[in-house]
């Protein structure tokens, strides 16, 4: 597999000209994404649930980055209607992504559904991002290298779709379904990456993996022994969000990044490190499981791409 071991942001290209829109980009992952990018030149927009700690974001980010391009626009993944007036401002606007950083997430909280009656992870972790992608594509395809980059886990690797019970009405378990929904963020990114490519498009679909990264995703939802676990006692030996968004930041900029490639960190087990093409588990690349994670997702948000069934 290629490995990037010396790659740091210091290396992302000129990114003048380019827009970005980075979901969850407030705080974590996202915040490390944004700045590194705005340090590079790129117009940002903050895809965030709460405006106030958008601001936030933009002013500390500015700060540090004369001449900063950056924006913040209200995104409630969990909330169909939402990501379709988020896209709809976007275009109304004139603000065309060239990149999508599908970042944002939610890990492991007691069983919630959202008022369309989906557990909140799987709705916002992957049918948000499924809808917003969608609702973007034509916009990103007139883009200047054109990106979607999803992130996922390791955790994927230990993933099941409960397709017979996707709300855990029956048998719920806080990181049973984180990790499906971090299975689902790469299998859509998977098959994306194969409809993109049977429909000759110019958008590359690329997923990333943060290793262990400190952010706020271990504490804010998590209860219990995951909590204790992720936040508490596991955390010394997390990276810093700067470094985790690495592999994120790889796949969205860097040269000969190809359609449906996985990057991670190079350490062990992919806790932490540079950047470098990672495996992807071979039931993320079934094309049964994302066909039919396709057809169903389509019918949970409405949205349907232009793209053709790859073969």
Do not use: C
Request: charged letters at 20%; proline letters at 6%; a positive charge.
């Amino acid at each position: 597999m290629t490995s990037q071991k010396r790659w740091t942001a210091d290396q992302i290209p000129d990114q003048k000209g380019r827009v970005f829109v980075v979901t969850g980009a407030n705080s974590g992952l996202g915040l490390a994404t944004t700045r590194a990018l705005v340090r590079k030149g790129a117009h940002v927009v903050l895809a965030v649930r709460d405006e106030a700690k958008g601001r936030r974001a933009v002013a500390e980010v500015s700060a540090g980055v004369a001449g900063a391009r950056l924006e913040v626009r209200r995104l409630d993944l969990s909330d169909p209607d939402s990501v379709r007036a988020f896209a709809d401002r976007l275009r109304s606007d004139g603000v065309r992504p060239d990149v999508l950083v599908n970042n944002a997430g939610v890990m492991a909280p007691p069983r919630t559904l959202t008022e369309q009656g989906q557990e909140v992870q799987f709705a916002a972790n992957h049918l948000g991002h499924f809808a917003l992608t969608g609702l973007l594509l034509d916009q990103l395809a007139q883009g200047e290298d054109p990106r979607v980059v999803t992130v996922t886990s390791t955790n994927h690797r230990q993933g099941k779709m409960f397709f017979d019970d996707l709300t855990g009405e029956r048998a719920y378990s806080p990181m049973g379904y984180y990790n499906q929904s971090k299975l689902a963020n790469a299998v859509f990114g998977w098959e994306l990456h194969r409809r993109l490519s049977a429909a000759g498009s110019p958008v590359r679909s690329v997923l990333a993996h943060p290793g262990y990264t400190a952010t706020n995703l271990q504490t804010a939802a998590p209860v219990g022994m995951v909590k204790f676990l992720f936040g508490r006692l596991l955390l010394p030996l997390a990276q810093a969000p700067d470094q985790g968004a690495l592999p994120q930041l790889y796949a969205a900029t860097a040269d000969g990044v190809r359609g449906g490639e996985l990057f991670g960190p190079d350490g062990m087990a992919e806790l932490r490190g540079a950047p470098k093409q990672v495996r992807l588990a071979p039931r993320a690349a079934d094309p049964a499981t994302g066909k039919r994670l396709w057809e169903l997702s389509e019918g949970l948000t409405g949205v349907r791409f232009a793209l053709p069934a790859a073969a």
